[in-house]
């Protein structure tokens, strides 16, 4: 394995070979739950040689309340790995709904961070025009990238965009986009400077999607369906793709880890999709969908028709394997993606969902299974809600998950999970031929926690991991 002067490492393949993670952080959000507390961001042992292991060793609680805590990222990562001056010391943590941005120390005591600095609201939106924080990436220069959803003057009307932070001081440097190139709707993206490319994806409209699902919303534009190409130069956009109703609400955008890779997929949630994106030969970009989740037919539920609703999608470092998570149906995927044009499905398991037996919702037409799947247990728990939150480890043996997806949508679709709190498993992976086993031994139930049942969401190792590290090769001489 490369020895790294900055943080993480030269190659995805070199980030296989790391060290087993130890520690989990994974925000904690009571926003729209019976209790009246700020979010906080859990430390959990993951370690099987500790005495505290698979035990919250220590919550950080946020000076507000209702911040809505959702996705997590870094200050340097991969992307930095050629800078000895850089250093993944600070977890960046955008606030969904309040748009406050923390910035978590967690090298001064990586088993009890303690808050660095805080941007407030008024500093995200003045300076950037934007709010509504998503996803965050370290670049290579050292500044955090944010996506964002919202318009800063109006944070509820739809406004693609992406706040930068200063890598120091971590104040709002501005917004990265040109003047001109807003998409409609935001939510993740990924880049690839070797091709100078980043693509970005859309959720929707503040005013709609904080407020809960109302199909009435996609049917009136307020859901978006596009995948917007930029120039990684320019901060231009040089492509919209609109992928129609076979690519609605597209969530989380994966490029294969190879940095000189030319495709890679992304989840449309709503159509419950798997669309593979790739460079065509005259340098513009292209789709085609690549799998296929049949809608289940119902009774008893708010719609007659069920989506799977994939929430979360990632590869392993070798890009072999893509995982993802069907949120209503309750099963988590394994596919083998060594052709990516004809991904094969090698793993699947249930893990809860709305189509259990024995619950209000009756199957009518399923396509793929026989049966409706039985409820899910552990350890004589019944565990609420669906797989959401997904994320590997670096040698792809542990897929860790979460049940919460958002949590005005959890109470929607999940109340006895907001009632019950959610829970964090481990998944067992067979590398090798493919397949999933429940590890039996590893429950979070975030049920049980000192300040009251609550929903637990991303996951982060403090050595990153294979959603939020992105390598970098910018020459054809530092391959």
Aim: with cysteine; glycine share 10%.
């Amino acid at each position: 394995m490369s020895c790294c002067p900055g943080p993480g490492y030269r190659t995805p393949l070199d980030a296989m070979k790391g060290p087993r993670e130890e520690l989990l952080y994974i925000p904690c959000i009571y926003r729209n739950t019976e209790i009246g507390r700020p979010d906080y961001l859990a430390t959990v042992d993951i370690d099987p040689r500790s005495s505290t292991y698979c035990k919250v060793i220590s919550r950080l609680p946020m000076p507000y309340l209702n911040d809505e805590l959702h996705h997590t990222g870094w200050n340097a990562c991969s992307s930095c790995w050629n800078d000895a001056s850089k250093k993944r010391s600070k977890l960046i943590m955008p606030s969904l709904y309040s748009s406050r941005i923390y910035v978590i120390d967690v090298a001064t005591n990586p088993r009890r961070p303690i808050i660095h600095t805080i941007v407030e609201p008024e500093e995200v939106r003045t300076k950037s025009g934007l709010a509504i924080p998503h996803t965050s990436h370290c670049l290579a220069n050292g500044e955090v990238m944010i996506s964002a959803m919202g318009k800063g003057e109006d944070p509820m009307e739809g406004k693609g965009g992406f706040i930068i932070l200063d890598g120091e001081d971590f104040h709002v440097k501005g917004k990265w986009e040109a003047d001109g190139h807003n998409p409609p709707f935001g939510y993740d993206f990924w880049y690839q400077p070797f091709h100078n490319v980043m693509i970005s994806t859309e959720w929707g409209a503040p005013k709609a999607f904080l407020n809960g699902f109302n199909p009435d919303d996609y049917t009136n534009g307020l859901y978006g369906r596009s995948l917007h190409v930029w120039d990684w130069d320019k901060h231009t956009i040089q492509q919209t793709i609109n992928m129609g109703d076979e690519g609605a609400i597209p969530l989380e955008i994966r490029f294969l880890h190879n940095p000189i890779a030319k495709e890679g997929f992304v989840g449309c949630a709503l159509s419950s999709n798997v669309m593979r994106f790739y460079m065509k030969e005259n340098g513009t970009w292209a789709h085609e969908k690549v799998i296929d989740i049949a809608n289940k037919e119902v009774e008893g539920w708010a719609l007659p028709s069920m989506p799977g609703l994939i929430t979360d999608i990632l590869l392993s470092l070798d890009d072999r394997f893509l995982y993802f998570s069907n949120w209503l149906h309750g099963d988590i995927r394994q596919y083998d993606v060594t052709d990516t044009k004809n991904p094969k499905l090698v793993g699947q398991i249930f893990l809860g969902g709305s189509v259990c037996k024995n619950g209000p919702v009756k199957v009518i037409k399923d396509v793929e299974l026989d049966e409706q799947p039985e409820p899910f247990y552990f350890n004589g728990k019944r565990i609420h809600g669906g797989p959401q939150m997904i994320q590997l480890s670096l040698d792809g043996k542990r897929l860790f998950v979460t049940t919460s997806l958002y949590s005005q949508w959890d109470v929607q679709f999940y109340p006895d999970m907001v009632k019950e709190g959610s829970v964090m498993l481990q998944i067992d992976v067979d590398t090798e031929q493919g397949g999933l086993t429940l590890n039996k031994d590893v429950l979070i139930d975030f049920g049980n926690e000192p300040g009251g049942p609550v929903l637990a969401h991303e996951i982060r190792y403090p050595g990153g991991d294979c959603s939020s590290d992105i390598y970098v090769h910018n020459t054809p001489s530092n391959l």
